[in-house]
């Protein structure tokens, strides 16, 4: 399988603890980015990265979060001292960078974090 | 007010039939957009880029009314495999951030 994939894909934790969660893009794509969606939402943007540097990051990305791509493949997202309002499906996609035409982006299965 | 707006539906309709939905965009600075198809506990996929043109692909159409700042999906002969949430997206340059709508639930009865 090529496509995006996403790790774990479920995660349940307690209150307090720290969560990290990983996302291997589509190989040859070089902008992969982070979404948090809820029950009858949309997603919603957290931040991106254009191979390993971090261009844009959404005010709902609290101190507590973190996302890291020190290789300008994989990513990783840490949650510190979770909370019950972090409870979210947790989206990765990836792109191509392209200077015309469509930047479709490709997501990942999500991984599920429901805070105790 | 949110940037982009969709009606969260749902939308019931019965097989065979013809079903449009629309959404709208506050800044007028967008300059891509997307209908994106979600199915239940399942991640987005693209279902059509939008072009100023307006676009089709099969049984889908899409629109765009820059003046109006809205786009429209239109699903001619809508099939059961149709059922899904719908999710129009904006950009703003292709190096931003895109902004999904919070979906519009369409449901195909036989």
């Known amino acids: 399988d090529t496509g995006v994939s996403q790790d774990p894909r479920h995660k349940i934790t307690k209150r307090g603890q720290n969560v990290t969660f990983r996302c291997d893009p589509i190989?040859?794509?070089?902008?992969l980015y982070w979404y948090r969606q809820t029950l009858g939402q949309g997603p919603e943007f957290l931040t991106y990265?254009?191979?390993?540097?971090?261009?844009?990051k959404s005010r709902l990305l609290s101190d507590r979060f973190s996302a890291e791509r020190p290789k300008g493949s994989f990513s990783t997202l840490e949650i510190q001292r979770t909370e019950q309002g972090d409870s979210a499906m947790y989206l990765c996609?990836?792109?191509?960078?392209?200077?015309?035409?469509?930047?479709?982006?490709?997501f990942g299965p999500g991984t599920r974090l429901t805070v105790l | 007010r949110k940037e982009v707006e969709q009606d969260p539906g749902p939308f019931n309709v019965p097989e065979g039939a013809t079903v449009a939905f629309n959404c709208t965009y506050s800044?007028?600075?967008?300059?891509?957009f997307f209908w994106y198809r979600q199915d239940c506990r399942k991640e987005p996929k693209l279902l059509m880029s939008v072009y100023s043109s307006g676009n089709e692909d099969g049984r889908f159409t899409a629109q765009l009314n820059r003046a109006s700042q809205y786009i429209s999906l239109l699903i001619r002969d809508s099939k059961l495999s149709d059922s899904a949430t719908y999710l129009c997206v904006v950009t703003r340059s292709s190096a931003s951030k895109i902004i999904f709508g919070s979906g519009t639930r369409l449901s195909i009865r036989p």
């Open positions: 190989s040859e794509h070089n902008r």
């Open positions: 990265f254009q191979n390993e540097a971090q261009l844009e």
């Open positions: 800044n007028s600075a967008s300059q891509s």
């Open positions: 996609a990836s792109s191509l960078a392209r200077t015309s035409g469509s930047n479709e982006q490709f």
